[in-house]
């Protein structure tokens, strides 16, 4: 499958559309848009590259992930998938963009659908597999297509970094042995899309991490 990284909001949040470019299927992660133009630049992409909505994805659930999702929900008929230890955050939106000093609006976000891992979520002919990346959230997953070489990973692992877990339901040492376990495990040449900046490679962090 192939990718579209989008930067939104003020928190430089990176949105994901991943495609199928034979049937262009595709899966909305982490929509972050905040505002009537982010939300028409993200809409003219879908057109533009003539693609076809039909999962809307959050990796977790503050509020830098989930501001755009009630306009991809609304816009192209999408329930959500997330994982479900991140419900009360999803509930909790406005308490978040209070604590961030963000305006009001935002909806509180429903999970329709609770992914688990191992659970396999089609996208035209291809996969992404549902891993469980908690400690900067309990519910954080990241996304794996095996056949495409890379792992959306949220904001678990970044390039020389991990998530902050100073925040409501967030763990150091849960998140540090998540990571290990759970995507250190993967081929090194496995390309990361984290939630904020640049990609990497599963090696690379294994090699130079600092937290590792």
Do not use: W
């Amino acid at each position: 499958m192939e990718i579209i990284r989008l930067e939104f909001n003020g928190f430089s949040e990176n949105t994901y559309i991943v495609f199928d470019p034979a049937t262009r299927d595709c899966a909305i992660i982490d929509p972050g848009m905040m505002t009537p133009g982010e939300n028409e630049r993200i809409r003219r992409v879908i057109e533009e590259n003539n693609l076809h909505p039909v999962h809307l994805i959050n990796t977790h659930m503050h509020i830098d992930h989930v501001a755009g999702n009630d306009f991809i929900s609304t816009t192209y008929e999408l329930p959500l998938s997330a994982h479900k230890d991140d419900e009360f955050l999803g509930q909790r939106v406005q308490n978040q963009a209070q604590m961030f000093g963000i305006p009001g609006g935002i909806k509180p976000v429903d999970i329709t659908t609770y992914l688990q891992p191992g659970d396999e979520i089609k996208v035209g002919h291809g996969t992404l597999q549902v891993i469980h990346v908690p400690g900067h959230s309990p519910g954080s997953i990241a996304l794996y297509d095996k056949q495409g070489g890379f792992v959306i990973t949220g904001d678990a692992l970044f390039a020389g970094a991990i998530g902050r877990t100073d925040l409501p339901g967030g763990d150091h040492e849960t998140l540090l042995t998540a990571i290990e376990n759970n995507l250190f495990t993967l081929p090194d040449n496995t390309i990361i899309y984290p939630g904020h900046g640049t990609p990497s490679t599963i090696g690379q962090e294994k090699r130079t991490n600092p937290f590792f």
